[in-house]
């Protein structure tokens, strides 16, 4: 077959011969890249440790993602775990410690000892920042170190909905709680949310039977019930067992 014009020129002359398509669609790219990563919204739907890294770890993003409605579901969280006068308390997923830090600061007196992970290194700089007496861990949930420590309330907000294995993760959370204590988990109402950040769903039913075999005691709505807070007792007598949830 004869070769064509184009095929039985060198390769570096059509390589430059290319250029000038070349650099208009580079340019097209940087532009489309610099807008689709314009938002920390935009970055987070990708729901991967390099997005909440980047995010975490620039002040522009960071104060897009801290906004009034993620400061206020703090203080919501806060000012209902703050009656349980925790002594030792965990927030696993912890992102930038704002949490433990409202919370801290509705306290009569300060924790004993007041833990936080998240498998961002930038979330973990920033907490330790926010609270610099809490103790502070990079390390993934699913692989804690071997622990003596339990704590009377363990925290993990807005993480669930993001992991691949959640029921694992839940016993992972009750297994860090105290005889006596509290795990207090959110997660946006699955009725309503549909976030492609977000790889689990459950509505307050789903989410109900999700948890009842791990000592459920309540589910609170918060952010005007577009939250769901729930409570579980995994060592207590009065917590609802699955039989007695009813179907
Ligand atoms: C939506 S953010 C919520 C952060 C914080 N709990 C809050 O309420 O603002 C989800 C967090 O879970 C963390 N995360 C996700 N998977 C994790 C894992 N396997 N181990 C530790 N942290 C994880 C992410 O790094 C991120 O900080």
Known sequence: MPRSPEAARPLAVRIVRRLPYAIP???????????????????TRKNTLRAYNRVYGSDRWLAEYLGPERLKFYEQVAE???????????????????LLRFLVDRLPANPELVVGIDHSPAGIQRARAQLPAG???VGDLYRLPPEEDRFDLVLCT????????PAR?????????APGGRVAIT??????????????????DELRAFLAPHGLVGIDRIQGGAVLLAWLAPEQE???????IAQ
């Not at 532009?31 to 970055?43: D, P, Y």
């Open 25 to 43: 669609a580079a340019d097209w790219f940087h532009a489309w890249r610099r807008e689709h990563e314009r938002s920390a919204r935009n970055l």
């Open 158 to 165: 807005e993480v669930l909905e993001h992991v691949r294995e």
């Open 187 to 204: 997660v946006p109402d699955g009725a309503e949310d549909s976030w492609p950040g977000h790889v689990n769903f459950w509505d307050e």
């Open 80 to 98: 209902r775990c703050a009656p349980l006068a925790p002594r030792r308390v965990i927030d696993v997923g912890c992102g930038t410690g704002h």
């Open 135 to 137: 103790h502070w861990l």
């Open 169 to 177: 993760a839940v016993e992972i959370l009750c297994g860090l709680c």
């Open 238 to 244: 009065t917590a609802i067992r699955p039989e007695s």
